[in-house]
């Protein structure tokens, strides 16, 4: 076997292990096969087409077999990992279910965020057993994200109990905490992490850009500071503020708009609008994206009549 990070040590207890098949090796799905490996399931067949996938498999999962055929894959397969992008699932099922390659008895797992299980109806009703299993965490492609797993809550959703207890098993097994979604609830639940972590990022970009803006400013000759200095700048402000939020919720509130200090907001309003007529490459749409956020902001503040007024008056 490969020299995987070990996530956990194999239980005696632990249910049997599995032959898994990856359809395909892009970064969540090398993560959890890698995962499954280091607690003794075996991923002995890998769907990887592209350059970069057939080369991160053969990186992190050394001992597994390369195919570009999924139903090649499928039937190598007791545990099938459907980690294909949310928009080719239902061609991949289709693909798959006319090939007759999947087996009854077969866990098939996908990992897209907004479906449920009944995505792979096709499946489950020549007899596999259908599950969802998300992983609540952003991947970039390295083996951290293996580990990161281990940290990770898991959306899981199946259409009956069994499913639920062999989804729920595995997702224990590589050290993870499963978290049960109804399946009506899937894209609601895919739109909170999405606004929760992928707006974060668009968000704290607009930041770093205002931010590093003011500094070049600063700095007319060229010598000041590093390139690096905005996010510096930011990190230990915005880590801190996720952590309180996460701990204390919407109390952690600071900054003008939680002291209903109209007069600032209108301020800072005033500067972005003056910024974006004069920086170069500046972007309008900030102004809208900082407009939209004081006023998402102050429906966890005190009520202030005045900050509702500039608010109200901005548009």
Known sequence: MTDSPMLGVADPSAPARLAVGLISAGRVGTALAQALESVGHVVGAVLARSDESRERAAQR?????????????????????????????????????????????????HVAGAHGAAILAPLTERGAL???????????????????????CFAVTATDEVGDTVGAS????IGGQPVRIAEADRTLYHAALAH????LVALISDAVTVLRSVI?????????????????????LVTAALTNVLEQGPSALTGPVARGDADAVAAHLGALRDWTRTAPAAD????????????????????????DRVLEEAS
């Open 170 to 173: 595995l997702v224990y097994e």
């Open 61 to 109: 999962l050394p001992d597994s077999e390369v195919f570009d055929d999924p139903a090649d894959v499928a039937a190598r397969s007791e545990l099938l990992i459907l980690a294909v992008p949310d928009d080719a699932l239902p061609a991949v099922i289709a693909e798959l279910a006319a090939s007759g390659a999947v087996r009854p008895g077969t866990i098939v797992a």
């Open 284 to 307: 309008a749409t900030i102004v809208d994206s900082y407009l939209a956020q004081a006023r998402r902001a102050a429906v966890y503040a005190a009520p202030s009549e005045a900050l």
């Open 216 to 236: 070049d400013r600063a700095d007319v000759d060229g010598t000041g500071a590093p390139l690096r200095s905005a996010p510096e700048m930011l990190a230990p």
């Open 196 to 199: 929760g972590a992928n707006h």
């Open 130 to 152: 259908g599950l969802a299993i998300h992983p609540a965490m952003t991947f970039v492609g390295g083996p951290e994200d293996t580990e990161r797993l281990q940290s990770a």
